[in-house]
């Protein structure tokens, strides 16, 4: 198999399709499917993205995630936000690089705003849509 093959297979636009596009399909609630492989899994570790030689960050760039969404499942993501509140995590967080940092402030949220943000922004503004035309999510009046 020639190097341009295996680009046309792995290359972001066709593995997304299976989840017609949209990368947050990927997550659900007990697992979350490598993009790559297509394996299911409860989180996807960086042991797992060295076999497909990439780190989070270049995952998340590749398929379009947020920078911050966490590579797991909703039921483990919730397991671990209760258990940081139960033990106070927020309390013990000694620095706030933002506040620390005045240039940081400066920026004003220039970042790179990635698929899914694109996606969630287009969902919040179709919902607003319908619900101000007294439509339910089918499209049709309630």
């Not at 490598?34 to 960086?46: D, E, K, S």
């Not at 797992?48 to 797991?72: A, D, I, Q, V, W």
């Not at 000694?94 to 943000?117: M, S």
């Amino acid at each position: 198999m020639s190097q341009i093959e295996t680009d046309e297979q792995t290359s972001p636009d066709r593995l997304l399709r299976v989840f017609g596009g949209d990368p947050r399909r990927a997550i659900r609630e007990e697992t979350i499917v490598c993009l790559i492989c297509r394996a299911a899994f409860r989180q996807i570790t960086n042991t797992h993205l060295r076999c497909h030689e990439t780190t989070s960050l270049g995952y998340k760039e590749r398929f379009g995630y947020n920078r911050r969404r966490p590579l797991m499942c909703g039921a483990l993501l919730r397991l671990y936000t209760e258990r940081a509140i139960r033990s106070r995590l927020a309390a013990r967080i000694l620095r706030r690089p933002i506040v620390d940092n005045p240039e940081l402030r400066c920026q004003g949220g220039h970042r790179p705003v990635a698929l899914e943000e694109i996606l969630n922004r287009r969902d919040i503004h179709l919902a607003r849509g319908a619900s101000a035309r007294g439509l339910n999510g089918s499209g049709r009046a309630p």
